[in-house]
């Protein structure tokens, strides 16, 4: 697959971008509320966050309550099953809010606009609908809100040119971890999957607009740092940095104590980035690796560029190298043609790879995709009875590995309190794991060695040393 022109967004136009916001301020912005929902993956978040770094410029503030937001958006997905049908029923429930507001603006934006057939649907559907934009659009956000503010309904919905658009403002809603993109777009097209469609071909960041990014977090009192791209380990900068050479820069921030990333694909997991994990004291002991199915012919219909046999050498290799490392992993089943043997073999590599957590789906069809195009589809009934095994199957093994934390002392960084009984605060050990122990919100913030005692689910509890 051949790589796409990088053209980043000249700075001239993110000057215009800031321009026009603090224009819309002063033109209508004072005391205007914003409502913003977001739907699907933490890229879809992340550009959530840079919705709102826009409003803010534009004087909007945010508002948890969409009834009393003089602007809604609704930043779409079209990764999940029935997610055009959940957003659609969304939308026309606004009709209602927009009847009795005449001067709310709605607006849709997100991988599922990007889909012009579905773009073009919603907005002959929904008259009331102001402002529709696709994934490539982001940057012309506030040029746009401001015909919408002049009266004008606005629909833009373009192909990828391959444009990075740097220094976007963003508004993050954590305060102590966040993420960081370091690359858009997927050239995998894996044949069940819609997101090369939606977000384009593959384009790397520079890796200095990564670091000086990554510095910024870090002063404003970041500790933890998600490094995210579709295909996040097949980074390659235009001046050929890969993204072992990415960690490598990241581990020598002052202040930054975490760095995940996700999510990794297995045909893209070097050595050398295996080594960076193993060696670099910032990188976490963790790594999402989707492996989708067991099976190699199904594999192979997939388009995932791997075996299982590669796929276990892969485990092995980090298991040996990176100390404590646990894996998690994404699993479908029910695929096209998928037979009781083909999820025979997935069931083998969940037990041999000894997953930690594994996020497990049916397949369903997802319109343009060559799977959806595929015969003998598998019936609802059997990926459901499956899909039930599987699970089974996950949580005996993550039950049983669990117990291999008891008795361990490990670093937990305190995200929050849960409330429900006594005080428990909580927080991740650096290979992913949750834990709960016994303390208050002034931990928050903290990291604390927290000894394991006990399991419950997927879960760990333990005691503050
Ligand atoms: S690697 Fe495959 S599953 Fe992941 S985003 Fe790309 S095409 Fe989709």
């Known amino acids: 697959m051949e790589r796409t022109n990088i053209v980043h967004v000249p700075k001239k136009a993110i000057q215009d971008v800031q321009e026009t916001a603090r224009h819309i301020k002063e033109q209508y912005g004072a005391g205007k509320k914003y409502f913003v929902e977001s739907y699907g993956c933490q890229m879809n978040d992340h550009d959530s966050e840079r919705l709102r770094g826009m409003l ?30 959940r957003v659609f ?14 001067n709310l603006i709605i607006g849709v934006c997100g991988c599922m606009m990007q889909q012009k057939a579905v773009s073009d649907r919603l907005f002959k559907r929904f008259p009331f609908v102001d402002l529709v934009f696709g994934t490539n659009e982001l940057h012309e956000f506030p040029q746009m809100f401001e015909k919408v ?17 740097e220094g976007l403002p963003a508004t993050r809603i954590n305060t102590l971890s966040t993420s960081l ?71 020598d921030i002052e202040g930054i104590r975490r760095i995940r990333f996700m999510t990794s694909h297995p045909k893209d997991l070097s050595d050398k980035l295996i080594d960076a994990m193993a060696g670099l004291e910032k990188v976490c002991n963790h790594i999402h690796l989707p492996v989708q199915s067991g099976s190699d012919r199904v594999l192979k219909l997939m388009n ?28 479908i089943v029910g695929f096209p043609t998928e037979t009781e043997e083909d999820f025979e073999a997935t069931l083998d590599i969940v037990r ?34 499956r899909l039930h095994r599987l699970n089974s199957c996950c949580t005996e093994i993550i039950t049983t590995n669990n117990q291999k934390h008891i008795g361990t002392i490990g670093e937990v ?36 060695n927290v000894k394991i005692t006990k399991t419950k689910h997927n879960s760990l509890f333990g005691e503050l040393l």
């Open 413 to 448: 960084f305190v995200e929050g309190v849960d409330m429900r009984d006594k005080p428990m605060a909580f927080g991740k050990l650096s290979n992913f794991k949750m834990v709960y122990f016994p303390g208050d919100k002034d931990l928050i913030g903290q990291f604390l």
């Open 89 to 102: 029923g969304n939308i026309g429930a606004l009709k209602k809010i927009k009847d009795e507001r005449p």
């Open 149 to 165: 503010l002049s009266g004008v309904r606005v629909k833009k919905v373009q192909e990828s040119d391959g444009e990075i658009p």
């Open 304 to 331: 995932r560029k791997y075996d299982s046999a590669h796929y276990m050498h892969l485990i092995d290799e980090l298991r040996k190298n990176v100390e404590g490392i646990e894996i998690t992993t994404d699993i």
């Open 352 to 385: 041999q790879a000894e997953f930690s957590a594994a996020f497990t789906f049916k397949y369903s069809p997802r319109t343009g995709t060559a799977a959806a195009r595929m015969d003998e589809q598998v019936p609802e009934i059997v990926k459901k009875e």
């Open 181 to 251: 993109v370091v690359m858009y777009g997927c050239n995998n097209f894996c044949s069940y999957c819609i997101v090369p469609y939606v977000r384009g071909r593959e384009r790397s960041r520079n890796i200095s607009d990564i670091i000086d990014e990554a510095m910024h977090l870090a002063d404003k009192g970041y500790k933890e740092i998600t490094l995210l791209g579709q295909n996040v380990n097949s980074f390659k900068s235009d001046d050929g940095h890969d993204f072992a050479d990415v960690l490598h820069a990241m581990n």
């Open 56 to 85: 803010d410029i534009m004087g909007y503030t945010p508002s948890e309550n969409k009834f009393e937001a003089d602007f809604i958006i609704f930043n779409t997905c079209c990764v999940r099953e029935h997610a055009e049908k």
